[in-house]
């Protein structure tokens, strides 16, 4: 069983919409959680951390995090054309990170 | 951004053969960790360092070596490269291990034919 799971999309948005990333985990002892995006070619550059239930906000993202329920999340709002990326999740239990395969955002103009 | 350099960026190589891929760090940081990337696989721990000659196996260990001599400096060794070893290596560099993001270098394409 993979440590992190993500719908590998693609996910299409139109621009200024919402986009809706998701991420569950399998290891219950997971303390911190990221969100990175990679763009073709490049490499991953962190979006957001967070390691408290609820949810954290900076500028147009937002990660939400659920312990309970394994399951993290990150919103864009107001997408544009520049987000569009492969987006990774990524756990930490310990001093490894595991990450998922990524989804892929297209924000259509 | 994060000082870390890769070199090569890129490199073509033949089965058999060996390879060492660097990862220099300006950071001072404690922890720094070498990835594959692969389609429909994602990001795959190689070997990562905690301190200077502490190193620990990842998820994808077999047929890579690596060596950290000094806090800036991790390498990576291929000592008989094989068509599954083609790939992208990513490098990252971590403060305080779990607690802290990774900052990533910008990756070394390796082929082998």
């Known amino acids: 069983q993979k440590e992190v799971e993500q719908n590998s999309g693609p996910l299409s948005v139109p621009e200024g919409a919402i986009a809706s990333l998701n991420c569950t985990y399998s290891d219950r002892v997971s303390q911190s959680f990221f969100w990175y995006r990679q763009y073709s070619g490049k490499s991953p550059e962190l979006i957001m951390s967070?390691?408290?239930?609820g949810d954290k906000e900076d500028g147009r993202f937002t990660a939400q995090l659920n312990k309970a329920s394994q399951y993290v999340s990150l919103l864009i709002r107001d997408s544009q054309p520049s987000d569009s990326a492969t987006y990774l999740c990524a756990v930490s239990p310990g001093n490894q990170f595991y990450f998922g395969t990524g989804t892929s955002l297209t924000v259509i103009p | 951004d994060a000082g870390i350099t890769q070199s090569p960026r890129h490199k073509v190589t033949e089965t058999g053969t060996p390879v060492t891929l660097r990862c220099h760090q300006t950071e001072n940081h404690r922890y720094m960790y070498w990835y594959r990337q692969d389609p429909g696989h994602g990001l795959r721990l190689i070997h990562y360092?905690?301190?200077?000659?502490?190193?620990d196996k990842g998820e994808v260990s077999d047929g890579y070596s690596v060596s950290r001599s000094k806090t800036e400096d991790f390498l990576l060794t291929l000592e008989s490269a094989t068509s599954s070893q083609t790939s992208v290596y990513f490098c990252a560099i971590s403060d305080r291990g779990e607690v802290q993001p990774q900052h990533f270098g910008d990756g070394t394409r390796l082929s082998i034919l």
């Open positions: 360092s905690y301190g200077v000659k502490d190193t």
């Open positions: 967070i390691y408290s239930n």
